[in-house]
């Protein structure tokens, strides 16, 4: 599979900026990314953050805590659950499409687009997308709730096509 020099670019100053850092722990701006409902944001992530870390974090966080509610208390639980095992084929599924290209940077095996992914430190909203409106269930309400205060929550993962500019260890990078 060919990549555009540009995505080479970004692959090249992660792998230097990596390279750089004695603890693996990689700071990425992504400046006016817009997602599918249209939301422009600003973001910083840690590339070098350690999702399987931030979970078993959260498992600890979550056994520590108690629902005050019945639905708090089978949130939670289901929770732990999902956490500890998560559904295998949704997971072979996730790693069968994507190729990790390195830390933080992986591309999707049938449409060739590249992915920046990591915990999100900062989001600035720069102008507000259009949402659905969602009628959840009571569960899946309070599952949200809990899911705020995870760490493994705010992995997340940004296509390169939809940023507008990206800063990696000092070098700007403009897709505009």
Known sequence: MEISKIAQKVIDNINRAIAKSPTGVTMVSIREY?????????????????????????????KSKTGSTEI???ARLELIKSLESPNPNRSKGQIDAYTVITKGIKVHNVTGE???????????IVQPG?????????????????????????????????????????????FC
């Open 34 to 62: 817009q997602n599918s409902n249209g939301e422009i944001s600003n973001n910083i992530v840690n590339i070098g953050a350690s999702l399987e870390n931030a979970k078993a974090k959260d498992i600890q966080f979550l």
């Open 72 to 74: 708090e208390e089978i």
């Open 114 to 124: 590249i992915y920046v992914f990591g915990l999100r430190m900062k989001k600035e």
């Open 130 to 174: 259009t949402y659905p409106i969602v009628n959840s269930k009571e569960l899946t309400i309070a599952k949200n709730v809990l899911r705020k205060e995870l760490k493994s929550s705010k992995f997340t993962q940004f296509k390169i096509s939809e940023i507008s500019e990206i800063r990696i260890a000092g070098e700007e990078i403009s």
